[in-house]
């Protein structure tokens, strides 16, 4: 089988070749059908994420080894199954949830395998995607979807469970504006599922104008430039008097300032977004006004279940996907690289 892995952080994605693996215990051998790329990819590749001050957070310490296959955002046609894999028919397609955890400490025993500690993510932390093949080590972690678009249900793995879990976070949801910052593919994803779930009307924000126009052309109530002198100071107008909720996708100092500066007395700042950098708050209005700042990282399988039964029920988002061979990967994630992706590039064998 063909594999990209990451061998080298900082250097492109090399193509290697291995006999394809035979499943074991309760492994299931996908033959991948579509594997979407992800910023995060991006950060893998570096190998480090920034942490403001000069500071970095290498994912070498984190427990990723290398060479790895990068893809986590995956979906395939189950082609072999382990003795212990029940309930998976060879032929089912199938959405593989990648964040898997050890299974044995106490959140992955609480069903919140994404806050795991020893975390065996495919795609980070054992092989992904990127790949003819792919394996899942058991059937609890997949998905089944029928005939619905592989290149469609790929980006639900990652983009799609991260904004579905930051929703879920979001308690005004359904009663007042959502501010959303960030509008490339997660952007995209979140504004598409805040529709789903009823949301009130969000408010999306991002420095390029490119991006903004699609968030309005996905019903955006609102657009705002984030590179604006003034980008808090509009959203607290619109909002009169500030956000409740402001989802920020990117994550950065700039854009924590942003998100921060905009709420309101008893508003809650998710950040979701890994761009990098650090932030300044003075402490007593926290508490004073009753802030929150809440991280949210992806989502647990049993959210995922729930994003999918969304999906049944109300149909695919619609968030642009371009599909591209898998040898485009190095391509493909220069591409994102340098913010020419609109929506997701999912790639397939
Ligand atoms: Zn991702
Ligand atoms: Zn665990």
């Known amino acids: 089988m063909r594999m990209f ?28 059908l ?21 500071k970095r957070l290498s994912l070498a310490d984190r427990g990723m080894k290398l060479p790895v296959t990068l893809g986590h ?26 964040w898997i955890g050890c299974g044995a400490c106490g959140p992955c025993r609480r069903d919140e395998e994404n806050l795991c500690r020893a975390m065996k993510s495919l795609g980070v932390f054992a092989n992904g995607g990127y790949a003819d093949y792919i394996m899942v080590p058991h059937p609890r972690y997949l998905f089944e979807i029928g005939d619905l678009p592989a290149e469609r249900v790929a980006p639900l793995a990652c983009s799609g469970v ?8 979001v308690p005004t949801l359904k009663t007042e504006p959502t501010v959303i910052i960030g509008a490339g593919g ?6 598409a599922l805040h529709q789903k779930m009823g949301g009130h009307s969000a408010i999306v ?4 104008p490119a991006k903004r126009k699609a968030a309005k052309e996905a019903d955006a109530a609102h657009v705002i430039d984030g590179g604006a002198p003034d980008t808090a100071a509009q959203i607290i107008d619109l909002t009169q008097g500030g956000a409740w909720a402001v989802i920020d996708l990117v994550g950065s100092s700039q854009s924590a300032r942003v998100g921060y500066d905009s709420l309101i007395k008893g508003g809650k700042y998710i950040i979701v977004g890994l761009f990098g950098g650090d932030m300044t708050v003075s402490l007593p209005p926290i508490p004073m006004r009753a802030l929150t700042i809440q991280g949210s990282y992806v989502g647990s399988p049993s959210e995922m279940g729930e994003l999918l039964d969304l999906v049944r029920r109300t149909g695919l988002p619609p968030v642009p996907v371009a599909t591209r061979p898998l040898d485009d990967v190095n391509a493909v994630m220069d591409e994102l690289r340098a913010g020419k992706v609109i929506g997701r590039v999912v790639l397939q064998p």
């Open 5 to 32: 892995q990451l061998c080298v952080c900082g250097e492109p994605l090399q193509a290697n070749e291995q006999p394809t693996p035979q499943p074991t215990g309760s492994e299931v051998l996908l033959k991948t």
């Open 205 to 208: 924000v991002d420095v390029d």
């Open 73 to 98: 955002e995956n979906v395939g046609e189950v082609v072999a199954v382990g003795p212990h894999a029940k309930g998976v028919p060879i032929g089912a397609r199938m959405l593989a949830h990648p």
């Open 162 to 169: 991260t904004t579905f879990g930051a929703l879920k976070k």
């Open 34 to 54: 579509a594997a979407g790329v992800c910023h995060s990819d991006l950060h893998l590749a570096d190998g480090w994420f920034d942490l403001g001050g000069g």
């Open 186 to 191: 997660l952007g995209l994803m979140c504004l």
